[in-house]
């Protein structure tokens, strides 16, 4: 590129005119000339061009008359290399319009190609704001549209506007690096984003630097970039070494990517070394560098976009599946809501009371409806017979088996005097029904006139009953097998003696198996001295006492395992 910069030196070339007469309107044609150009031809000067950072096309008319001698003098400001540079020819005016174009044609038709391309990646990003990849991929896409458009046939058409180009170009020309890294950024692994973060980071820091020191009568934006070549070497070095581990890394996805950086690194790369002077071949390809990795990069976005739109579609099918899940689900509901309704319908009161007893109830499932069912009736001289059941497991099906048991002791009421035929009764007509859920269950009879309590067992927890003389918890307990497992099952009869005032606990095991936040058991001793310490306590109120500390110990039933039921009777013999 013409001659080394010697400060205070102005560059002249002188070159004959003689073959002019061949043209009718000849032209000199100069691809490049830096530091302000002027040309004269013999000692009439034909064109000046004030702009010292100009390095675009020059088509200058010139008298078709030989006289002598073509003078073209440059300013020496540079601190690279000052004169022309690339084509210099003379020619045809016309034909230098037509030759420029064609010189140029890949180039000029690639900018608005990038410019399309970087408006429909804006719209996608503005489509879906989280994908900062569209918005990174369309602003490179603009960029490179503007490097495209500031060289050649459309940079000697905007040769008016040269004041507003020359900065434009060569800001872009510093950014453009910056702008690939973000790309990069988004899509290399987490280690490369770090290194191109800290990358971007050097970078703006060099190129302020570069630009301040290189500050000669005014900014020299050719000067700057002079002074940090060096460093968009080494950027290239290292975007080609991160190609390269992907590259042997073997990640598919990022293959066309990595094609793509390699295309623009290495051309760039090649054009850097030719301006600083260290590659001898003049010819610039990074045009052919833009136009692979515009391909390369394009397919990727494309790619990508199918494979969300791909997702969305997917996405949307699976939506429509849970929506059909929700539908079922709000139809499960509505079922669990009316069951739940209907077991309630099911259950005796939960608050009973007459000249003999009062009888308090509670019932906590675990899920809307559960498989724990209280009853209790009396005769015609005013006895009283009561049922806890506790069905296995819980849920609809034990709450089926519930009902079950309803319907089983409602076929018993004949016998309510005698326990144990309620429960021969109940276990003839529940086995072989229940697949496989059995039933634990207490009754208990009361001759209220007598204060006789007769009771019976079916594998069902024993019962506590609090009396206001007594030094202790009475407990009661009897043996039996769980009904509904086997035919002929035998249940044994026990009894007690009532006093008034005596109050009875039957209660399922959910009681004993709630837990806390520590994994601890509520267990029967616990509950033993829960029921001792509050013995005095009207039934109604040992009710909600008891169901506080049930609550309180579970975190609101957050520990609950099992439905959990308890009944309580006041013996009052009035």
């Not at 060289?151 to 702008?179: C, D, E, H, K, Q």
């Not at 990727?300 to 939506?319: A, G, T």
């Not at 497991?393 to 319907?407: L, N």
Request: with cysteine; proline share 3%.
């Amino acid at each position: 590129m013409g001659m080394v910069t010697v400060p205070g030196n102005d560059l002249w070339i002188r070159f004959s005119d003689h073959h002019l007469y061949k043209y009718k309107n000849p032209a000199l044609f100069i691809e490049i000339a830096l530091e302000s150009p002027t040309v004269y031809q013999n000692d009439k000067k034909v064109y000046s061009f004030r702009e010292r950072d100009y390095v675009f096309p020059h088509i200058i008319p010139l008298s078709g008359q030989p006289g002598g001698y073509i003078y073209v003098h440059c300013k020496s400001s540079y601190k690279g290399y000052v004169g022309l540079d690339g084509k210099v020819r003379l020619e045809e005016y016309s034909h230098s319009w037509i030759q420029l174009l064609r010189d140029n044609v890949a180039r000029t038709f690639l900018s608005p190609v990038l410019i399309v391309l970087s408006l429909l990646f804006l719209g996608l990003f503005f489509l879906k704001w989280e994908e900062r990849i569209y918005l990174y991929f369309s602003v490179l896409l603009l960029s490179s549209a503007i490097i495209e458009i500031m060289n050649g046939f459309i940079a000697f058409s905007l040769l008016n506007y040269s004041r507003i180009t020359i900065p434009l170009t060569y800001i872009n020309f510093a950014i453009y690096p910056v702008l690939l890294l973000l790309f990069l950024k988004q899509v290399y692994p987490a280690f490369f984003k770090n290194l191109f973060e800290i990358m971007i980071f050097i970078h703006i820091l060099v190129y302020i630097y570069c630009l301040m020191v290189s500050w000669n009568s005014g900014i020299s934006f050719l000067n700057a970039e002079w002074s940090y070549n060096w460093w968009v070497i080494s950027e290239g070095i290292i975007a080609i070494l991160s190609s390269i581990y992907i590259l042997i890394r073997g990640d598919s996805k990022l293959r066309l990517v990595t094609y793509g950086l390699l295309a623009v690194v290495i051309t760039g790369s090649h054009d850097t070394l030719v301006d600083m002077g260290i590659f001898p071949w003049k010819e610039r390809i990074i045009h052919q560098g833009f136009w692979v990795m515009i391909l390369f990069f394009g397919f990727f976005v494309f790619r990508y976009y199918w494979n969300i739109l791909s997702s969305i579609d997917n996405f949307n099918k699976e939506l429509q599946k849970k929506n059909k899940d929700l539908e079922r689900l709000f139809a499960i509901d509505k079922d669990m809501a009316l069951a739940k309704e209907l077991q309630r319908s099911l259950l005796s009161d939960h608050i009973k009371e007459d000249e003999n007893i009062n009888l308090v109830a509670f019932t906590q499932s675990l899920h809307s409806i559960g498989g724990d069912y209280f009853d209790h009736d009396c005769d015609s001289l005013g006895n009283w017979g009561i049922l806890l059941c506790d069905v296995a497991g819980h849920g609809i099906s034990s709450a089926v088996v519930a009902a079950m048991s309803k319907m089983a002791f409602t076929g018993a009421k004949a016998y309510i005097q005698y326990p144990t035929r309620v429960f021969n009764f109940m276990n003839r007509h529940l086995s072989g029904k229940t697949k496989g859920l059995f039933i634990t269950a207490s009754y208990l009879f009361i001759d209220t006139e007598s204060g006789k309590l007769i009771y019976s067992n079916a594998g069902h927890p024993g019962f506590f009953i609090l009396r206001n003389n007594s030094p202790a918890l009475l407990e009661h307990r009897a043996k039996g097998k769980p009904l509904g497992v086997f035919a002929e099952s035998d249940y044994k009869e026990e009894s007690t003696q009532l006093l008034p005032g005596d109050k009875i606990f039957l209660y399922t095991d959910g009681v004993l198996d709630l837990n806390n936040d520590k994994n601890e058991l509520f267990n029967e001793e616990r509950l033993k001295r829960l029921l001792w310490e509050n013995r005095d306590l009207s039934i109604q109120n040992l009710k909600t006492t008891v169901q506080g500390n049930l609550s309180d110990f579970c975190k609101s039933w957050k520990h609950q395992e099992d439905d959990v039921s308890f009944i309580i009777i006041e013996y009052k013999n009035s």
